[in-house]
């Protein structure tokens, strides 16, 4: 199986996935936008259509009004010349022409609020479904959220990818185990593991060589006995490995983790310092030799770090089986 690795900068696309539904919701909702415009000048048609409806109908009832102005003079001149029902019916006849009036201007107004605010509303909405389907089109694009360099991707066209079963591959960050290391230590020593604690380490990646290292952060829990959901109860007992306190340790000094390769192997040694405590006047006597003791023992160990720094490669190839 060819296998693709290599180097990729931040936001550089590493590869797409099926995009076809994604980019069917972008398309409706540029055609909902399109049809949306569309009934707008249509609206504004109607605008004027409705503005021509309103001057027919005044017209008509202008007309309607000065007939019957004409009819009840000739009826006042010659009382009898026009007949009473005909009176009547010019009278309904301009009652009828106010209403067309008022049936022409409220559509309008029915036009106009459909400009101003339902065709607007609409478009909005289309907008913002297109701008939510250009999102989820996006995400079909995976990129690399950091510089550094990818490893172990197989990926090919059909292969299905999820973050549970299948991933793609593995993005190294460039700054991945070359500023800090995570060291694991005893349950014992978590009350006196410290940020600002000197420590040392040794790693089998850079053999006969002392690095002096800092703490930086320790962790405020032991990652012990967690369990996610299942079908069987936790037993307890099961819980055999105890768990260490992760502590982070960067380099005391500039540049002291060049030549060490991420994700090597170390043992590493912290450091008390009680020179404070020992000195202080409020210190006693059996509680100063407590803290000289602990103090020779940082000693101690500083030495089996050191022979072990001595011994580890010669274990390592001696000993080794490969």
Same mark, same amino acid.
């Given at each position: 199986m060819y296998v693709v690795n290599g180097p990729v900068a931040k936001g550089a696309p590493i590869f797409r996935l099926d995009s076809s539904k994604q980019e +069917?919701?972008? %398309?409706?909702a540029r055609r909902k936008i399109a049809e949306t415009e569309a009934d707008l000048v249509v609206a504004q048609a109607d605008t004027l259509k409705a503005e021509g409806q309103i001057q027919e109908a005044k017209s008509s009832?202008?007309? +309607?009004?000065? %007939?019957?102005?004409t009819k009840q003079e000739l009826q006042r001149l010659n009382p009898g010349?026009?007949?009473?029902r005909e009176i009547e019916r010019l009278q309904n006849l301009v009652e009828g022409r106010l209403g067309g009036i008022a049936a022409a201007t409220a559509a309008k107004q029915a036009v106009e609020a459909r400009i101003s605010s339902l065709l607007p +509303?609409?478009?909005?909405?289309? %907008?913002?479904a297109l701008a939510q389907a250009q999102v989820e089109l996006d995400k079909t694009v995976i990129r690399a959220g950091v510089s550094g360099r990818v490893e172990q991707f197989a990926l090919r066209v059909g292969d299905?990818?999820?973050p549970i079963m299948r991933s793609a591959g593995i993005l190294i960050p460039d700054e991945a185990g070359r500023q800090s290391l995570q060291a694991g230590f005893g349950q014992i020593e978590a009350q006196i593991m410290k940020v600002g604690m000197t420590a040392e380490v040794t790693c089998l990646s850079k053999p006969f060589t002392i690095i002096p290292m800092v703490v930086t952060y320790v962790q405020d829990f032991i990652a012990t006995g967690q369990f996610r959901g299942g079908e069987q109860l936790v037993e307890a007992q099961q819980v055999t490995q105890p768990g260490t306190l992760l502590v982070f340790l960067e380099p005391l000094y500039k540049g002291e983790l060049e030549g060490v390769t991420p994700g090597s192997s170390c043992i590493a040694n912290a450091y008390s310092n009680n020179h404070e405590l020992i000195a202080s006047k409020d210190t006693g006597a059996l509680r100063g030799i407590a803290l000289h003791a602990v103090d020779a023992l940082a000693l101690v160990h500083a030495l089996i770090l050191r022979l072990q720094a001595l011994v580890l490669p010669f274990k390592a190839l001696v000993f080794s089986s490969h």
């Open positions: +069917a919701d972008a %398309e409706t009832h202008q007309q +309607a009004v000065d %007939e019957l102005a010349n026009v007949a009473r +509303a609409q478009k909005a909405s289309a %907008e913002a299905i990818v999820t």
